[in-house]
């Protein structure tokens, strides 16, 4: 085969790679995100009935909101506990295997949902969500992992963010098939909710066709011959002797250093300025409220004055945004740097959130401000898919080596954390704080926003902040998915 015959054949088999575990990784977190809107008001109604068949009793507006917000952000919590066993997972069973062995707890979850309905039991979809949340919550953070390490050089910053770009499709594709013609109608909202089994098998009939991730065979494995064979699979071709050397590199510099667990990297002094970010930049990206629009979206919409039959039409809309602007920040990532997008994306945010403030404050005055309204929830969407959407999740795979990637545990797990606290409270702020329900989100971008300026370095800049002669600090270097520690000899 011809060089560039070859170069094409790679190129196929790649993009085939991360179509197959992104359709069960994080399309599934989009996907389920997406899905509890449409049918919101058949499951509340669906846990009055059963409870006023088994115990002669209904609930009052306000526990039926506390259950329904339990329902949905019990998901979340399902994702911290997939955060916190990802880390043991990969290790042991490796990326790729990791990724197939997580749809028992999806096909588990689609089978509870599916029957919860017959069975008279809403706690089988709070179980169901439990268990979708682990799926979804461990794909978050192999993912991304499995990505970083089988992608070469030039395109690893790429295929990474292509993670976001599948949660951004999944949100749409959870979108389109919950709208009252497809399967968001009364009768079909238990088939919606186990609907994403579909994905699942998808990912589990073409996955296996796939080589391992190169980096984890040589580096936790030792097997210095399946990773030339993954190369060769990954690479359409003989494997570069400078791309083998890098991974030897690394192999030799954690030779005899067992993967650090998440509290050796809490404890340790060298990485403690990269947990930081890390663990700031994933807490920000929930806190800022993004996603819970998902998660409540008739709420939002219906406080921004839109009619109650166009909501499920215009909430697709949203999706799409994120989607379109993934596709964007995957485009412009590598000319404007992680922290040009990541604070541009916040400044803009707080923006949005102001006018919307503002434009709910004045909507019973001035005929055309719902129109404006609904724009700013666009613009909030379409700021956070250029900047925090596609750029938080590549951060850890940047900033660590491969003993410390646990990190990926610590980031996913104050992901999961804050957005079951947004889950919880964003439907009671928006009903106690009405027009001024954004406030507190414009105020979590803003503060955001600083932090990324003052602390995150760009590609290719060391953070010399609070120096002294011989202490250690980190170098970003985006190019080769690493950080290099450097220790100043003198004072700069």
Not at 21 to 37: E, K
Not at 208 to 213: A, I, L, V
Not at 310 to 338: D, V
């Amino acid at each position: 085969m011809s060089p560039a015959g070859a170069q094409k054949s790679s190129s196929l088999t790649l993009l085939l790679m991360v179509a197959s575990a992104a359709s069960g990784g994080t399309l599934q977190y989009g996907y389920n995100l997406a899905i509890m809107n449409t049918p919101a008001v058949f499951i509340q109604t669906f846990v009055n009935e059963t409870l006023l068949e088994r115990w002669d009793m209904q609930l009052e507006d306000y526990q039926l909101t506390l259950v329904w917000t339990i329902i949905v952000s019990i998901f979340s919590l399902g994702g911290f506990a997939g955060a916190l066993i990802a880390g043991p997972l990969t290790i042991r069973f490796g990326r790729k295997k990791c990724l197939l062995l997580n749809n028992i707890f999806l096909m588990t979850g689609a089978l509870l949902a599916v029957t919860s309905r017959a069975a008279k039991s809403f706690e089988m979809i709070i179980i169901s969500r439990v268990l979708v949340g682990i799926n979804a919550g461990i794909s978050m953070n192999v993912q991304p992992m499995y990505f970083g390490e089988s992608a070469p050089k030039h395109l690893r910053g790429a295929v990474s963010l292509s993670s976001a770009v599948f949660t951004a499709f999944g949100v749409v594709l959870g979108q389109v098939v919950g709208i009252r013609e497809i399967l968001g109608s009364e009768p079909c909202w238990q088939y919606l909710l186990a609907s994403n089994a579909i994905p699942g098998v998808i990912q589990l009939l073409t996955l296996p066709w796939f080589p391992e991730s190169p980096r984890y065979l040589l580096i936790d494995r030792g097997d210095k011959e399946g990773c030339i064979n993954a190369l060769r699979r990954l690479r359409g071709c003989e494997v570069q002797s400078s791309e083998l050397d890098e991974i030897l590199q690394e192999q030799a510099a954690t030779k005899g250093m067992r993967p650090r667990g998440p509290w050796e990297l809490l404890t340790d002094r060298s990485v403690r300025w990269q947990l930081i970010t890390v663990m700031v930049i994933s807490s920000a990206m929930q806190l800022c409220g993004n996603d819970s629009i998902y998660f409540y979206a008739s709420y939002v919409f219906k406080e921004a004055g839109v009619s109650a039959d166009k909501i499920q039409y215009i909430t697709i809309g949203t999706g799409a945004c994120e989607f379109t602007a993934c596709i964007l920040c995957n485009l412009l990532i590598e000319r404007k740097g992680r922290r040009f997008m990541l604070m541009g994306g916040y400044i803009l945010m707080t923006i949005w959130a102001v006018v919307f403030t503002i434009a709910l404050s004045f909507e019973h005055y001035t005929s055309w401000m719902p129109y404006l309204s609904m724009a700013c929830i666009f613009t909030y969407i379409l700021s956070f898919g250029m900047g925090p959407a596609g750029v938080t999740g590549i951060l850890p795979t940047e900033l660590f080596d491969q003993t410390a990637r646990p990190a990926y545990m610590i980031a996913g797990s104050m992901m999961w954390l804050n957005l079951f606290i947004m889950g919880m409270i964003f439907p009671f702020l928006m009903s106690e704080l009405s027009e001024f329900c954004f406030v507190p989100f414009g105020a979590v971008c803003l503060l955001s926003a600083l932090f990324v300026g003052l602390f995150l370095p760009d590609k290719g800049e060391v953070s010399v902040s609070h120096h002294k002669p011989g202490r250690k600090v980190f170098v970003a270097n985006y190019d080769s998915v690493s950080v290099g520690e450097v220790c100043l000899s003198t004072a700069l």
